[in-house]
């Protein structure tokens, strides 16, 4: 696609449930990252892809925090057991450079509220 | 550990005045900076830079790094309310894939 393209845009969830967010990245961009930006924070990474494999996933908070990009394009960030600090905007970007040597395009994000 | 600080994490303005944006670091072997501009979504690219002293420009804003003093200054001249925005600064380290990001500064230019 022209841009990175996240969805749902919004998500309302309750505490103790499962989510899943969905980032389409630029078509031809093998490199893939998801960051977490609570407010008035900058955003804080997450995951990186390159290719199909999660080459740095040293960002993930804790055990219930899992994504997966099984194609090498799309990537869903899957989220267990919420909890109300999980509440942020979760921000995906691409990259074509397979170095990770990094102009990120990002997407819009997506906002999720735990409550 | 690598970080970034962003001064000030707050400024107003008024139309035509020229702002400076500071972003300081320290990362273990640096590979580039890069300035994003946040509005109400995506951040979106602004500058990178990799050597020092070389000035980035496009338009009314430009950037310089400092690689000895480990900064950098991101610079807008005769501001206009359309440069309302988060500003974020980055950088990128040869040693791992991520970019550490600092907390921003929210710049709000008033008419």
């Known amino acids: 696609g022209a841009g990175v393209s996240q969805t749902p845009s919004n998500k309302v969830t309750e505490k103790g449930k499962y989510v899943e967010l969905r980032c389409d990245p630029i078509?031809?961009?093998?490199?893939l990252y998801w960051y977490r930006q609570s407010l008035g924070q900058g955003p804080e990474f997450l995951i990186y892809f390159q290719g199909t494999g999660a080459a740095d996933d040293s960002g993930l908070p804790n055990d219930r925090f899992f994504a997966v990009r099984p194609e090498g394009s799309v990537s869903t960030l899957k989220i267990q057991r919420t909890e109300r600090g999980d509440s942020a905007v979760y921000l995906c970007?691409?990259?074509?450079?397979?170095?990770?040597?990094?102009?990120?395009?990002f997407g819009a994000g997506s906002r999720l509220t735990v409550l | 550990e690598d970080k970034v600080v962003q001064s000030p994490l707050s400024l107003v303005v008024h139309e035509g005045d020229t702002v400076t944006l500071n972003c300081s670091y320290e990362v273990t072997n640096f590979r580039s900076l890069l300035w994003y501009k946040q509005e109400k979504k995506a951040p979106t690219f602004l500058f990178m830079l990799t050597s020092s002293g070389i000035e980035k420009k496009s338009g009314r804003l430009s950037s310089i790094l400092d690689k000895k003093e480990l900064f950098s200054i991101l610079n807008i001249t005769a501001t206009q309310t359309g440069d309302s925005a988060i500003y974020l600064c980055a950088v990128a380290s040869l040693n791992n894939n991520d970019m550490r990001f600092g907390a921003g500064t929210r710049l709000t230019v008033k008419p």
């Open positions: 078509s031809g961009h093998t490199a």
């Open positions: 970007a691409s990259s074509k450079d397979p170095s990770g040597a990094n102009v990120l395009t």
